[in-house]
Nanobody, 127 residues
Framework: QVQLVESGGGLVQAGGSLRLSCAAS????????MGWFRQAPGKEREFVAG????????YYADSVKGRFTISRDNAKKTVYLQMNRLKPEDTAVYYC????????????????????WGQGTQVTVSS
């Protein structure tokens, strides 16, 4: 069973940047699509960004497209989320998760398609 640990969150002013990391345990990290999600207070958890198992395809929520970049290092079993030009509405707890099915090429955005949720890392953007 995969275990994921997110880090890199913090408090930043609007317009600033943060880089989140998600370290995975287990032998088969490189076989799975990885996703970043976020949950703001009083709101449902929502998809932010995804990257397929090979790293060949990345996809984003419209709200972050052009500002956030997802990447992965399969040798380090780590997925990253570079967040630039942050806005107050980006404030949330950010989670990473692993796709349930391995070797997927589809752009999966539903929380029910993912597993191994970590404890999350808080991102707060002040105006």
């Amino acid at each position: 069973q995969v275990q994921l640990v997110e880090s890199g969150g913090g408090l930043v002013q609007a317009g600033g940047s943060l880089r989140l990391s998600c370290a995975a345990s287990g032998r088969t990290f490189s076989s799975y699509t990885m996703g970043w999600f976020r949950q703001a207070p009083g709101k449902e958890r929502e998809f932010v960004a995804g990257i397929t198992w090979s790293g060949g395809t990345t996809y984003y929520a419209d709200s972050v497209k052009g500002r956030f970049t997802i990447s992965r290092d399969n040798a380090k079993k780590t997925v990253y989320l570079q967040m630039n030009r942050l806005k107050p509405e980006d404030t949330a707890v950010y989670y990473c998760a692993r796709r349930l099915v391995d070797y997927s090429f589809t752009r999966d955005t539903e929380t029910t398609q993912y597993t191994g949720w970590g404890q999350g890392t808080q991102v707060t953007v002040s105006s």
